[in-house]
């Protein structure tokens, strides 16, 4: 239960980035064109390429190895390796472009003649994005958070490079997917049966809750 516990806050941090700094990005890509975009955009679609450990492994050259910024990251006590940080960075890298997508496409679907609009009647970019754009998207925003939340619960390979063991409770526990793992490998597909299946059903039972809550939210909305 402990890394499961670990998992859902490693996930929850990851979803709330998405949504946080995700969504105004995501406006950025579908409202703006600027230099380099087409860079951007593979910088994002980057983690659906390649294998994950290899995220695990750029994680480490950049914030813990003795080239590049490392050395200045160490010395002001930015660790990543076996710490929640660093676990929230990797799942964030890896799951953060599905929910970016999500957004993107649901904002390119907002007229912009409605922002428009606002903008002048005396709106703020700032107020337009919140009180007009959000309302129109807040469904695709709650799917892709919780798309990001699931691709960062499944996540294994980089947290096998980055952060094996996180230190919660006083003590040091496992991602729940490494801990299956070593379930698998130390007690036999018997042993990591049962602990999958635990799991399994925490994930069913949130995503119960996830459908009840956002069904709610629609019908409150309506």
């Known amino acids: 239960m402990d890394s499961i516990e670990v998992t859902f806050i490693i996930a929850s941090a990851a979803a709330a980035f998405a949504v946080i700094v995700g969504t105004p990005f995501a406006y950025l890509l579908a409202r703006h064109e600027f230099r380099f975009k087409e860079v951007v955009d593979a910088i994002i679609d980057l983690p659906i390429m390649i294998p994950h450990v290899i995220v695990g492994i750029m994680i480490v050259l950049a914030f813990a190895s003795s080239s590049g910024l490392s ?7 930015f660790n990543v390796i076996d710490t929640f940080l660093g676990a929230i960075i990797a799942v964030i890298f890896l799951s953060a472009t599905y929910p970016i ?9 907002v ?8 903008r002048t009647l005396g709106a703020t970019p700032q107020f337009t994005f ?21 691709r960062a619960v499944a996540e294994v390979g980089a947290l096998l490079v980055v952060a094996y063991y996180v230190l919660f409770n ?5 991602p729940s997917s490494i801990y299956i793992y070593e379930a698998y490998e130390g007690l ?11 799991l399994v059903v925490v994930i069913f039972a949130f995503f119960i809750v996830y459908r009840v809550i956002l069904k709610y939210a629609r019908k409150k909305k309506t």
């Open 170 to 174: 006083g003590s040091l526990d496992t």
């Open 101 to 109: 997508r999500i957004f993107e496409g649901a904002i390119r679907q």
């Open 111 to 118: 007229d912009p003649d409605i922002e428009l609009t606002a």
């Open 71 to 77: 050395p200045f990251f160490q010395a002001i006590g």
């Open 130 to 150: 919140i009180h007009v754009v959000i309302p129109k998207i807040w469904r695709s925003v709650a799917n892709g958070a919780i798309i990001a939340w699931a």
């Open 188 to 198: 036999g597909l018997a042993g990591a049966l049962k602990f999958s299946a635990a």
